[in-house]
């Protein structure tokens, strides 16, 4: 018995620095960026030497893909079943819209540096296809029940996802100076000139 108890001591001892270790790298993506963020830097932060997090970590990619699993489950995406039940798809978008670009305000520091560095860090490319792929199941949510075929549903859609993009949102609301409703009734409008 005392034997179990020491193993699951361990057992949580080497959980708990792992997380330190996932923490204080998922820190300095969103500080300095992927492509400056180092094994020594990572360590210092998590109180830690470097060989331990390599113990844990032994490739860049397993590092980054805890990482991006810990922040996803921090800041969840916008729930895009809650918009499938909006049967109007101009107010689905809308509230679509609001809610992500929250989401965007939420996470831009990360947003901003991991897209800056994913041509310097190849872990990261593979990192973001869930996103990607759940960019697209969000466009076939909210392109639907507009009424519209062939080449109108696609600039429709294309419309959409220009819309759905962090750099729409950074550039409208970031460098732009507007406010989060305005780039939405903005957006939502490019939505509506596109389906006319």
């Not at 996932?22 to 820190?27: C, I, L, S």
């Not at 489950?73 to 670009?101: G, M, N, Q, V």
């Not at 490319?125 to 697209?136: A, H, S, T």
């Not at 750099?167 to 939505?191: C, F, H, K, P, Y």
């Amino acid at each position: 018995m005392a034997r179990k108890y020491e193993l699951q001591q361990r057992a949580d001892a080497m959980e708990e620095t792992r997380l330190r270790i996932t923490e204080a790298a998922m820190e300095l993506h969103g500080s300095v960026g992927p492509a400056r963020t180092t094994v020594t830097a990572v360590a210092e932060r998590a109180g830690v030497q470097r060989h331990t997090v390599y113990r844990h970590f032994p490739t860049e990619a397993e590092l980054f893909a805890s990482c991006t699993a810990h922040f996803a489950a921090l800041h969840p995406w916008p729930d895009t079943d809650a918009w499938s039940r909006i049967d109007d798809p101009r107010e689905r978008l809308a509230t679509a819209l609001d809610e992500l670009y929250r989401w965007y305000e939420e996470t831009s520091e990360m947003w901003t540096r991991i897209l800056r560095d994913r041509e310097l860090v190849e872990a990261i490319e593979p990192n973001l296809q869930p996103f990607y792929d759940y960019v697209g199941h969000c466009v076939a949510t909210l392109s639907a029940g507009w009424g519209l075929r062939g080449r109108r549903k696609r600039v429709l859609e294309a419309s959409i996802r220009h819309a759905l993009e962090f750099a729409t949102w950074q550039s409208l609301v970031r460098r732009g100076d507007i406010a989060r409703s305005e780039a939405v009734n903005l957006m939502t409008a490019l939505a509506r000139a596109s389906a006319s």
